[in-house]
């Protein structure tokens, strides 16, 4: 039998563990997944989201060690993507009469597209109460869908947030301090990263509306429930999305016959003499989600590729793509885009009015250069290093 797991006074953590998920929509889950739903036993059986589809059994049997789901009178759906709502039409036919709320008007609207089951909205501002508890909603739109939602308990002082402070990490531990504090932060920050970078703008208008409550748990549908680290995470929720950068260098790079990786290592070394932390990163070996976790806070970016069959190298091409789509904010952030040809200096051209699309600052016109770099080439490489700092800070 699967454990539920009481995370306050009748409040049980009833979700699903996901161990060996590597993947959601191509962003590496190293870690595995966690569907996070929890079941309140007040007068009111409530149930805050459910799990993904393939997890319904798993999910029920949590449910059933602690009520029977027929019971279950109110389903609060903070968010519509199938992570969170792919048991729902499960618990609809279990419990049919139960009352079922989502955001309005997306997530009504987002459910009935889906299972064809008509809910009831809520927005910001209105509340139910079950008992001994009154459930508050503060719509979150495009945290991470535009249905979202959150739903704060305060005689708990729970904020039950769905994706917001969620991370992709499959553990037994519910509790932020049972675990790894650093693996939590960067699974955090990796999540952000792939998933809630673009939406700085509507996660600082969520922070707003969540201010100055008195927060005890941030209880996510992902991941472990913050309860001993709860200034911290949203100090750096802070950070991200206001796209705050640190003083370092992420350099990522393809290469065929070494030219351009001795000009990314030439980079690199230019960088961390000038006293700037950074990471050299082959993109042939590195997944596009693990670049974004390392390059998400830095302040110098450079990306370089050779000329492949008149392009950049098509590993090149996807990273900057998926950076492209997460659309990060990169205007107080420096780029450099460099690499080597043989006879056209195509590729590190496209890498150059990639990176300046996407609004980087560049240090310097393109970079590119014919066959093996020189000495001087090379020595030419700090120059540009030395003066994208000074540029940078001054
Ligand atoms: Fe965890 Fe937007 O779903």
Redesign the pocket.
């Known amino acids: 039998m699967l454990n539920a797991i009481e995370i306050s006074p009748k409040i049980w953590w009833v979700g699903g563990i996901d161990w060996n998920e590597r993947s959601?929509h191509g962003y590496t889950t190293e870690q595995g997944i966690t569907?996070n739903a929890y079941l309140i036993m007040d007068e009111t059986v409530t149930l805050i989201d459910t799990a993904k589809a393939t997890f319904t059994d798993e999910f029920v049997q949590r449910i059933s060690q602690i009520v029977d789901p027929a019971k279950i009178e109110l389903v609060v759906t903070n968010?519509v993507?199938?992570?969170?709502s792919g048991s729902l039409p499960k618990i609809h036919e279990l419990a049919p009469n139960a009352r079922i709320v989502a955001s309005a008007p997306a997530g009504v609207n987002e459910i009935r597209a889906h299972y064809g089951i008509e809910v009831e909205g809520v927005k910001t501002g209105d509340s139910i109460s079950i008992g001994a508890r009154t459930l508050h909603f503060v719509q979150t739109p495009m945290v991470?869908?535009p249905d979202?939602m959150v739903t704060w308990c305060p005689e708990d002082g729970i904020l039950f947030s769905?994706?917001a402070f969620?991370q992709h990490y499959a553990t037994t531990k519910r509790f932020d301090d049972e675990c790894d504090l650093c693996e939590v932060m960067k699974q955090a920050k990796k999540y952000y990263a792939n998933?809630v970078w673009p939406y700085g703008a509507q996660v600082q208008k969520a922070m707003a509306a969540l201010g100055g409550l008195d927060i005890k748990m941030i209880a996510p549908?992902?991941g472990v429930i913050w309860r001993s680290h709860i200034a911290e995470i949203l100090e750096k929720y802070q950070a991200w999305s206001t796209y705050q950068t640190e003083e370092k260098a992420v350099v990522v790079f393809d290469s065929m016959w070494h030219s351009t990786e001795a000009m990314a290592r030439e980079i690199t070394d230019a960088f961390i003499r000038e006293g700037v932390p950074a990471k050299l990163i082959d993109v042939k070996h590195t997944h596009i989600s693990d670049i974004m976790l390392e390059l998400c806070d830095a302040r110098y970016v450079a990306c370089g590729s050779p000329t492949l069959n008149s392009n950049m190298m098509p590993t090149m091409a996807s990273f900057l793509t998926y950076m492209r789509g997460l659309s990060p904010n990169n205007s107080q952030r420096t780029g450099i885009a460099f690499g080597s040809y043989g006879w056209a200096p195509l590729g590190p051209k496209q890498v150059f009015t990639e990176m300046e699309n996407m609004k980087f600052q560049m240090a310097s016109p393109v970079i590119a250069q014919q066959w093996i770099p020189s000495e001087e080439n090379l020595a030419a490489l700090q120059e540009t290093v030395v003066k994208a700092i000074e540029d940078a800070r001054a």
């Open positions: 959601f569907y968010h993507e199938m992570d969170h991470h869908w979202n769905n994706d969620g998933i549908s992902h």
